[in-house]
C-alpha cells in the first residue's frame, strides 16, 4: 500500500519533468532553426559573406551551436530518432567531401570549413530530434519562419539601405531587389520561398488565418527579389508536390519531382553540355544566356574535364584555381576570375570533388530522398510532413541548377535543403505522434 501511495506521489513529478524536458526541446530546436535561417550575420552586404572561412562570430557562433545541438540530442533527444536520422549514404558523402580535403589548395582553410559543414549538419539533425511530436515541430517551424520572414520585411521597410540591393557595389544591376535579412537576392528567394511552404502547411493543419498570412507575404517578397523564376517556381513546386497527393497519385510524385529535375538539367546546363540541346536553344531562343551562366557553365565543364577523378579540392577552385591557373579569353561573356561559384551546385561539387562524388551526392540528394517519400507511411502528420519536406527539397534542387549552395555551411539554402533531405528520411522511418503522451 506505502509503495502504491508512494507512486501515486511521483507520477505527478514525473510527468512535470517530462513537459519540462519536452519544453526545453523544443526551445533549443527553435532556437538553432532561427539561427540557421538567419545566420550569424543578418544584413550582411555582401555575397561573399557565405564563402568566408575566417570570420571569428562564425566560427563562435557555429562552435557554440553545434556543442548546443550535440548535447541536447544526447540529453534530451529520443535515441531512436536521432538513430533513424542517421544514413550510411550521408556518413559516406561526407567522407568523400573530407578526401577532398587533402587536395584543397588551402588546406587548413578546407578543414575548418569542412568541420563547419559538419557542425552545420548535425545542428539541422538536433532541429528535427529534438521536438517530441508534431505539435512541438510545428511551433519550431512557425517561430522561425515568422521571426525571418518579419526581420525581412523589417529590413526592406525601416533599413532598405541592409535589407535592399543597392546601386553601388558590384552587382549594380540588382538595385531596388529585396535580400531582406540575407546576403544576396538568390539566396533568400530560394528560403523565403521555403517558409511559404510552411505556410501551406500551417493552412492544411486548419491554421488558415496564419498560414495564408505567410504564404502571402513570402510570395510577394520571392517576387520582389526580382527573380521571376524563383517566384514561378513557387506555385509550380507546389503543384507539382500536392496535385498528385490530391488525386489519389502520390506514388507518382516522386517520378514527377524526377522527371522535372531531368527536364531542368537539360533546359540549363544541357545547352552547354550537350550540342543537339544547344542547337536547339540557339534556334528557339538565340538570346538567352542565363544571365551570362552559360559562359561559366562551359567553362566549368572544361576544367572538370582537366581533373574529372578528384576535382580540385575542397572550397578550392573558385577564387583560386581560376584565378591562378585560367587566362581570360577576350570573347567570354564572364571574367571567371571574378566568380565565387560555377552558379550550377551540381558542377561545383564535381569541380571541387570529382565526379564520383557528384554521383554520390545526386544519390544522397535526389534518389534517397524520393525514394524516402515514397516510402513515408500514410499517417496524417507523416503526409503533412512528407509533403513540406519534399516541397522544400524539389525547390532546392532546381534552385541548384542556377545557384551554388551544396556544402555551403553558412548558407540557408543549404540549411532548408538538409532539413527537407533528412526530414524525409526521419518520416520514413517514424511515426510523428499528433500529441507525446508521458
Not at 3 to 20: C, N
Not at 40 to 59: C, I, K, M, Y
Not at 324 to 330: A, E, I, L, P, S
Not at 344 to 370: E, Q, R, S
Request: net charge neutral; with cysteine.
Amino acid at each position: 500500500m506505502n509503495s502504491i501511495v508512494s507512486q501515486r506521489r511521483i507520477e505527478p513529478a514525473a510527468d512535470r519533468a517530462t513537459d519540462g524536458a519536452a519544453a526545453i526541446a523544443s526551445v533549443v530546436a527553435t532556437l538553432i532553426l532561427t539561427a540557421l535561417f538567419l545566420t550569424f550575420r543578418p544584413f550582411s552586404s555582401s555575397s561573399e559573406a557565405v564563402g568566408t572561412g575566417g570570420d571569428p562570430l562564425n566560427q563562435l557562433g557555429y562552435g557554440v551551436m553545434g556543442a548546443l545541438a550535440l548535447l541536447s540530442m544526447l540529453m534530451l533527444a529520443d535515441r531512436r530518432t536521432v538513430l533513424s536520422i542517421i544514413s550510411p549514404w550521408w556518413l559516406l558523402l561526407l567522407l568523400f567531401a573530407g578526401i577532398s580535403v587533402l587536395t584543397s589548395h588551402d588546406s587548413d582553410g578546407a578543414l575548418r570549413s569542412y568541420a563547419f559543414t559538419v557542425i552545420a549538419i548535425i545542428s539541422v539533425a538536433a532541429v528535427l530530434s529534438l521536438p517530441r511530436d508534431m505539435g512541438a515541430f510545428t511551433l519550431v517551424l512557425t517561430f522561425a519562419s515568422v521571426v525571418t520572414l518579419g526581420l525581412c520585411y523589417f529590413g526592406v521597410f525601416l533599413l532598405p539601405g541592409s535589407a535592399v540591393h543597392g546601386a553601388v557595389g558590384p552587382e549594380p544591376e540588382h538595385a531596388g531587389m529585396w535580400r531582406g535579412v540575407f546576403s544576396h537576392k538568390n539566396i533568400a528567394g530560394p528560403v523565403v520561398a521555403s517558409i511559404g511552404f510552411v505556410g501551406l502547411f500551417l493552412m492544411r493543419q486548419g491554421r488558415l488565418a496564419l498560414g495564408a498570412a505567410i504564404l502571402l507575404a513570402a510570395f510577394v517578397f520571392v517576387w520582389n527579389t526580382g527573380s521571376k523564376t524563383a517566384a514561378g517556381l513557387l506555385p509550380i513546386t507546389v503543384l507539382v508536390v500536392l496535385l498528385p497527393r490530391f488525386l489519389g497519385l502520390h506514388r507518382l510524385t516522386s517520378l514527377a519531382v524526377a522527371v522535372g529535375l531531368v527536364l531542368g538539367a537539360v533546359a540549363t546546363i544541357g545547352i552547354a553540355l550537350f550540342d543537339p540541346v544547344a542547337r536547339l536553344a540557339e534556334a528557339n531562343l538565340p538570346d538567352m544566356t542565363y544571365t551570362g551562366r552559360l559562359a561559366i557553365w562551359e567553362f566549368s565543364l572544361d576544367m572538370i574535364g582537366r581533373r574529372p577523378w578528384s576535382g580540385y579540392g575542397y572550397e578550392s577552385f573558385w577564387g583560386a584555381v581560376a584565378v591562378n591557373q585560367t587566362d581570360m579569353h577576350f570573347d567570354m561573356a564572364w571574367d571567371v576570375r571574378n566568380i565565387v561559384h560555377a552558379h550550377n551546385g551540381y558542377l561545383d561539387v564535381a569541380l571541387t570533388m570529382g565526379l564520383p562524388t557528384l554521383v554520390v551526392a545526386i544519390l544522397v540528394f535526389v534518389f534517397i530522398p524520393l525514394r524516402d517519400y515514397a516510402r513515408a507511411p500514410l499517417f496524417r502528420t507523416n503526409v503533412l510532413l512528407a509533403d513540406l519536406f519534399l516541397m522544400m527539397l524539389t525547390y532546392t534542387l532546381l534552385n541548384a541548377l542556377l545557384e551554388s549552395f551544396f556544402f555551403r555551411r553558412a548558407d540557408p539554402v543549404w540549411m532548408v535543403f538538409v532539413l527537407a533531405a533528412l526530414g524525409l528520411r526521419l518520416v520514413s522511418r517514424s511515426t510523428i505522434p499528433e500529441k507525446s503522451h508521458a
